[in-house]
Antibody, heavy 122, light 109 residues
Framework: QVTLKESGPALVKPTQTLTLTCTFSGFSLSSSGMRVSWIRQPPGKTLEWLARIDWDEDKFYSPSLKTRLTISKDTSKNQVVLTMTNMDPVDTATYYC??????????????WGQGILVTVSS | DIQMTQSPSTLSASVGDRVTITCRASQSISNWLAWYQQKPGKAPKLLIYKASSLESGVPSRFSGSGSGTEFTLTISSLQPDDFATYYCQQYNSYSATWTFGQGTKVEIK
């Protein structure tokens, strides 16, 4: 059974760095073709893809947020970590981690975490 | 960036109705299109991938079609559990980036 769960602070101050951890089970990010992404959703708005990391350490970022994001993985702990620098109130959102479906990339997210609401406020 | 335009933004329908949601891409995306259902306070749920492939466990009343720039999600007979918000999502295989549509809220008529 595949599960993912996000953890991190619920509240951060403007200009601070956000660190979120996705802890997953039911698959290994060392297995060929496995990929995990981070996606966020501001309250009442649509979803926004942020970053992706692959089994072979390839990393991809949203062009609009690239300078602020870093994604990494700890295969031994089954974790993916996202850091976002210089947080602003507009970054207030529910942050999800999700697995990309299929060993051959289908471009779809088949398993999602429950999400974590992060509020940026002083 | 590839933009995704969903229509309508809100749809009022009754149980048993046939419902169609459209998603248009600003440029051709071949069949790199997925559909999700999201209920309040919950994570999105994958319904359709590669434009027309039904995700395992998803009822067969859901179907997807299209290629290139125009795509459709159809619910053949709306059920009470289907009242939710639906999102299309494209994957750009060249830049390895994703974009979601603005969403379609399906409400009870």
């Amino acid at each position: 059974q595949v599960t993912l769960k996000e953890s991190g602070p619920a509240l951060v101050k403007p200009t601070q760095t956000l660190t979120l951890t996705c802890t997953f089970s039911g698959f290994s990010l060392s297995s060929s073709g496995m990929r995990v992404s981070w996606i966020r959703q501001p309250p009442g708005k649509t979803l926004e893809w942020l970053a992706r990391i692959d089994w072979d350490e390839d990393k991809f970022y949203s062009p609009s947020l690239k300078t602020r994001l870093t994604i990494s993985k700890d295969t031994s702990k089954n974790q993916v970590v996202l850091t976002m620098t210089n947080m602003d109130p507009v970054d207030t959102a529910t942050y999800y981690c999700a697995r990309i479906k299929g060993a051959t990339n289908t471009g779809a997210f088949d398993y999602w975490g429950q999400g974590i609401l992060v509020t940026v406020s002083s | 960036d590839i933009q995704m335009t969903q229509s309508p933004s809100t749809l009022s329908a009754s149980v048993g109705d046939r419902v169609t949601i459209t998603c248009r891409a600003s440029q051709s995306i071949s069949n790199w299109l997925a559909w999700y259902q999201q209920k309040p306070g919950k994570a999105p749920k994958l319904l359709i991938y590669k434009a027309s492939s039904l995700e395992s466990g998803v009822p067969s009343r859901f179907s997807g079609s299209g290629s290139g720039t125009e795509f459709t999600l159809t619910i053949s007979s709306l059920q009470p559990d289907d009242f939710a918000t639906y999102y299309c999502q494209q994957y750009n295989s060249y830049s390895a980036t994703w974009t979601f549509g603005q969403g379609t809220k399906v409400e009870i008529k």
